[in-house]
């Protein structure tokens, strides 16, 4: 049983797969496989993405540094959202950002995190890792380090790591486990190289699952293996 772990979550979950904005089914979904883990006591951490609003490499008509910024805004964006839909069902949330300094948007205090989950609250780190060039899957490696998360969980829309994108190749086939240096020659594109390589510094275990299937979050934070476990030395 996990009692501390960093869910990143794709901007999609909050919109579905391919869509933009947010969709109130989505977000009931979220909210009810959350509530289950947290009524465990499990102190979750969330990195949200921002896919459902900003990538920035969908900005092509933008110079990459400034449609960086506007995705990493994307993530403070759905921070809020998510902050208020969560408080309005009973989930206590702090958001905290190096970003911005709105009134609902704490500072990062290293100090603080531990305080926010011993009071109960489910903590949002958004902004991604405040600099251009990164995605929120580094943002949640440095986060999930920082925070002394178990592991850290995937929520995304295909069942784990695979040999190849299996959104693209039908023959493609789905690792249980591997390692960070797998992962990283095999240029795996579930995750960037950078988040592979911070989990691989830091021994931060990595479970991808997909998201959309019910039950599995809770499952995952039980132990099951769900999707795939990256992890380092030998993977069988
Ligand atoms: N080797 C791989 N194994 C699994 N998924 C992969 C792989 N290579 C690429 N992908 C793609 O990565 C996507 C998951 O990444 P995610 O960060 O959740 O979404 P996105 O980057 O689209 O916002 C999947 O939709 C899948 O198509
Ligand atoms: O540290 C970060 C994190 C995110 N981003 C920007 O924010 C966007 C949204 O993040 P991401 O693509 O990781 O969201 P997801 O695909 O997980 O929804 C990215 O495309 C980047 O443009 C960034 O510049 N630096």
């Known amino acids: 049983m996990y009692k501390k772990v960093l869910l990143k979550l794709s901007g ?13 089914d989505n977000i009931s979904y979220l909210i009810k496989e959350l509530k289950q883990i947290l009524e465990y006591g499990t102190n979750v951490g969330i990195v949200i993405g921002a896919g459902n609003l900003f990538r ?3 900005m092509s008509e933008l110079s990459p540094t400034i449609a960086d910024q506007i995705g990493m805004l994307g993530t403070v964006i759905n921070a809020l959202y998510l ?4 408080e309005k069902n009973g989930i206590r949330t702090v958001i905290v950002s190096q970003v911005t300094s709105l009134p609902s948007i704490r500072p990062i205090h290293y100090d603080d995190i531990n305080l926010y989950f011993d009071a109960g609250y489910l903590v949002i ?8 060039f990164f995605t929120t899957d580094t943002a949640a490696a440095l986060r999930a380090v920082e925070m002394k998360a178990e592991i850290l969980i995937k ?3 295909v069942p784990g790591v695979f040999d190849k994108d299996p ?10 486990k591997l390692t960070f240096d797998e992962a990283i020659e095999k240029n795996l594109k579930i995750m960037d190289t950078e988040a592979f390589s911070i ?4 021994n931060m275990h990595i479970m991808v ?9 809770l499952k995952a934070i039980t132990g099951e293996n769900v999707g795939t476990l990256v992890v380092p030395g030998d993977s069988k």
């Open 125 to 132: 780190f958004a902004g991604g890792t405040s600099n251009p």
């Open 56 to 58: 920035g490499r969908e």
């Open 83 to 86: 902050k208020d839909i969560f």
């Open 199 to 202: 989990c691989k510094r830091y």
């Open 209 to 217: 699952l997909d998201f959309f299937e019910k039950g599995n979050l």
């Open 12 to 24: 999609e979950v909050l919109s579905g797969e391919g869509q933009k904005g947010f969709n109130l």
């Open 167 to 176: 959104k693209i190749y039908d023959d493609a086939k789905k690792y249980e």
């Open 155 to 157: 929520g995304t829309k």
